[in-house]
């Protein structure tokens, strides 16, 4: 059964401060997404990395993907107040020949001014 | 549409009772999902179709769970006999293809927060 693992599950950060979110899979993919969600709203898409070592930027988020590790990290560079909600990844499970996202816990962000 | 649309927003209902949520996706789009996310937790995949059929039903939890698309865009899920366990926000989402889905990823709407009294 593939498993999604983000840590930390909370995270408290001052402005202007520097952090990384893991995501930890456990099983073979190369396909990994990462989706913003602001209380009470839907699921925002943010990153879709395809490949082994992708690399993708958007203001201060960058995202990338170590499929050999099974790994995908979440760096916010220089937080600021709006980046605070909750970040989810979710691993591309292809079973049976449908696909399928199995999504982490999450990730609650919190920038503090 | 221009998104992802979900109907109601917001579900109250006694247990025992029998809801319907609706999902309206963006015009054109051939593949939906439906997901349930429970408070504090991730999205938990319950169905998907392809067309009007259900390519992959592996996720409803039990047979009290049901979901159609009869004509290929709006889909209705429907829940029997409600317990206090199901409420949560079902959410529901869409790509133009499923190969679409994968490279660009899914637009999600904003869900129905299904509260079973």
């Known amino acids: 059964e593939l498993k999604v693992e983000q840590n930390p599950l909370f995270l408290s950060m001052q402005e202007g401060k520097n952090y990384t979110i893991y995501c930890n899979y456990s099983?073979?993919?190369?396909?990994l997404y990462w989706y913003r969600q602001d209380p009470g709203k839907s699921l925002e898409s943010l990153f879709v990395?395809?490949?082994?070592?992708a690399v993708k930027q958007e203001g201060r988020l960058m995202a990338s993907l170590d499929t050999k590790a099974r790994l995908s990290t979440l760096h916010i560079t220089a937080a600021v107040h709006d980046l605070s909600a909750t970040y989810f990844c979710?691993?591309?499970?292809?079973?049976?020949?449908?696909?399928?996202?199995?999504f982490g816990t999450g990730t609650r962000l919190k920038v503090l001014a | 549409g221009a998104g992802v649309s979900q109907t109601p927003s917001n579900k109250v209902t006694e247990k025992g009772k029998y809801v319907e949520l609706r999902c309206d996706p963006i015009?054109?789009?051939?593949?939906l999902y439906w997901y349930r996310q429970s408070l504090g937790q991730g999205p938990e995949f319950l169905i998907y179709?392809?067309?009007?059929?259900?390519?992959?039903d592996s996720g409803l939890p039990n047979d009290r769970f049901f979901a159609v698309r009869p004509e290929g865009s709006v889909s209705t899920l429907k829940i029997q006999r409600t317990e206090r366990g199901d409420s949560a926000v079902y959410l529901c989402?869409?790509?133009?293809?499923?190969?679409?889905?994968?490279?660009?990823?899914?637009?999600f709407g904003s869900g129905t927060r299904l509260t079973v009294v």
């Open positions: 015009s054109g789009h051939t593949a």
């Open positions: 179709f392809q067309g009007t059929g259900a390519a992959d």
């Open positions: 989402a869409s790509s133009r293809t499923v190969q679409e889905g994968e490279v660009y990823g899914y637009t």
């Open positions: 979710a691993v591309d499970a292809p079973t049976s020949g449908t696909y399928k996202y199995i």
């Open positions: 990395l395809l490949s082994n070592g």
């Open positions: 099983t073979t993919s190369d396909r």
